[in-house]
């Protein structure tokens, strides 16, 4: 996979849950890198840029959240997954830099939309380039094709 496709950084230990989130992920275009630890991760957070990573909350070696200043730092994106039965929650930790824990969760529908509105906006200019299935999304939806989202203009505090 090439570095520009490798947009996402999946932190979670492997298993049934981990796999539907990649599969999931990969099948809207998502191109991902999974580790299973947090030293795995901070060591591939170090060789290579991502703009959002996905952790759990919970792993061998720690906690997802320990990434927060990692990834704000670099004015990236995390979420962290709490484990559910059927999936993960996801708790937007750090929004492009702004640390946002606290303000919303997420379930698995909803967390493609979030990871788009969080992209820096080059990265939206290279999504826009590359095949989309936006309108494919847009009829499963009921809804009209419509440009991929821009960034918002301030932060939610």
Same mark, same amino acid.
Do not use: F
């Given at each position: 996979m090439?570095?520009?496709?490798?947009?996402?950084?999946?932190?979670?230990?492997?298993? @049934? =849950?981990?796999?539907?989130? *990649?599969?999931? $992920?990969?099948?809207?275009g998502w191109g991902c890198q999974v580790v299973d630890l947090l030293t795995e991760a901070k060591a591939e957070l170090?060789?290579?840029?991502?703009?959002?990573?996905?952790?759990?909350?919970?792993?061998?070696?720690?906690?997802?959240?320990?990434?927060t200043d990692v990834i704000a730092q670099r004015s990236s994106s995390l979420l962290v997954g709490v484990k559910l039965s059927d999936g993960y929650?996801?708790? @937007? =930790?750090?929004?492009?830099? *702004?640390?946002? $824990?606290?303000?919303?969760?997420?379930?698995?529908?909803?967390?493609?939309?979030a990871m788009e509105a969080m992209l820096p906006s080059h990265a939206l200019a290279a999504?826009?380039?590359?095949?989309?299935?936006?309108?494919?999304?847009?009829?499963?939806?009921?809804?009209k094709q419509s440009a991929p989202p821009r960034r918002r203009a301030a932060a939610i505090h």
């Open positions: 090439s570095t520009a496709t490798r947009r996402v950084l999946v932190v979670a230990p492997r298993g @049934p =849950t981990t796999s539907t989130t *990649v599969e999931q $992920l990969a099948r809207h170090k060789k290579s840029k991502y703009e959002i990573v996905l952790a759990a909350e919970h792993m061998a070696d720690g906690r997802g959240y320990d990434l929650l996801w708790l @937007p =930790t750090v929004e492009c830099g *702004v640390k946002t $824990l606290g303000t919303r969760a997420l379930n698995s529908a909803m967390l493609e939309e999504v826009a380039r590359a095949p989309s299935n936006l309108a494919v999304r847009a009829e499963r939806r009921g809804h």
